[in-house]
């Protein structure tokens, strides 16, 4: 290939990176009356490039602002400085090209496990059968059925829980963000939860932001992780995780993983306890 037509290739790979995947530059955040001294600042000067189709995982200890960028990112909180650029544009509101499964599950209370589902599909435009079909294909892969018809507050956490994950799948969203959904599984329920989404995301090729406080859920399922530092967040280390695509139960025992999850593990700590000390 000739220098000229290299450098070609290089310009429409930058544009391509530039039009796809998620790009939060310079992203400073704060709560309440900065200028009182009362605020708090949550996020400082977060800069993260994310690819299309990656899984990216973003730890970091309790108050750092994981939410925070989650929320920034699907548009529902406005950004104060910097800016947040996806394949649709600036990010100025949320839009069904991002779907969040909030941490605390926000189901709505008055629908039941179908409604809530059918809720978004029919947002969508999906009617009748089609999205009657869809729900039930959703709600069976999280294992609710025999509960379509039950509210919410007639289920466990970790079935709420799944419910809200169906819901957001169901709509098929380009990239899922995702606030520690398996925090209130059982260890077995979650580990089938997790080989899920990895699976599922295999087959979709979405770009996922997944927020956890559990190092080796963040290594077993992620392409990339993020490690932030305690309050005011900023991305402290950006990780990659070299193991195959194909990852499964023999994952666990396999020695890149578990060194990596070590190594991983000794730096969340670091910024753990630098956050107890209050720095
Ligand atoms: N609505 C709000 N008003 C004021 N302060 C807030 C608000 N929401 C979050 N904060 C503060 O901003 C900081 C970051 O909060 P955030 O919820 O993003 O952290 P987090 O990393 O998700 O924490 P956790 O791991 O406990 O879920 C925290 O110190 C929190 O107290
Ligand atoms: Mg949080």
Redesign the pocket.
Known sequence: MTTVAMAADARHEAADRARTGIHIDNVTHS??ARASGRG?V?LNRICLDIADGEFHALL?P????????LYLIGGFLPIQEGAIVTTNGPVTQPGPDRAIVF?NFALFPWKTVKQNVLYGLRKQGLKGEDAEERARDYINLVHLSGFEDAYPSQLSGGMQQRAAIARTLAVDPKTLLMD?PFGALDAQTRRVMQEELRAIWGRSRKTVVF?T?DVQEAVFLADRISIMSS?P?RIEHVIDVSLPRDRGEDTLEDREFIHLSEQIWRLVREQAVAATRGR
Not at 62 to 69: A, H, P, Q, Y
Request: net charge positive.
């Open positions: 709560y309440g708090v949550a970091g309790s108050g750092c602002g994981k939410s925070t960028l941490q520690e927020v406080h309050r967040g």
